[in-house]
């Protein structure tokens, strides 16, 4: 386990400062526009597939990419609740109460790219196979169809409050 930590690049530390940073303010209100419920999915998901390693079965990771990400996303809808969240007086923006799921699937998202970096870097032989594409398509899309089912309720929940003031 020490070997691991002790590869791992400095930026990527980094990199977990900041997903913890954002997962603990979390906890707390947030407004979130609607170009930050557009924008942060779309930044995600371009993200998520440009890291995808195709390998010689590049169908087989975009299926189980794309079957990971409705799976994500489906639950990420079951899991957050618009209760609670209001339409502020400007009404471009929401007021969503503090969650601690969001630190959940923050932590999820960069343990998954952890472990795909770290099973491409260590056993670049496995990192090819049918079942590494398989895990590590369905693993990232699940992840980034957490964020984007949320961002998606929200989004649909903002319209409909937009309509009603």
């Known amino acids: 386990m020490l070997d691991i930590l002790q590869g791992t690049p400095l930026w990527v530390y980094a990199v977990f400062a900041l997903v913890c940073y954002y997962g603990l303010r979390a906890l707390s209100p947030t407004r979130e526009s609607r170009r930050s419920l557009l924008l942060m999915p779309a930044i995600l998901l371009v993200w998520s597939v440009w890291s995808l ?68 870097a260590v056993h670049p032989e496995h990192a090819a196979s049918v079942q590494m594409l398989g895990i590590s398509g369905t693993a990232a899309g699940f992840t980034v169809g957490l964020f984007c089912g949320r961002a998606f309720k929200l989004y649909r929940h903002f319209l409909q409050l937009r309509l009603r003031a």
């Open 53 to 120: 390693h195709l390998g010689d079965h590049p169908l087989l990771a975009l299926v189980a990419w794309a079957g990971g990400a409705a799976l994500g996303s489906l639950l990420a809808m079951l899991l957050f609740s618009s209760a609670g969240v209001l339409l502020e007086s400007s009404s471009e923006t929401l007021l969503v109460p503090g969650t601690l799921k969001i630190l959940g699937i923050s932590l999820l998202f960069f343990a998954v790219r952890y472990w795909i970096g770290y099973q491409s």
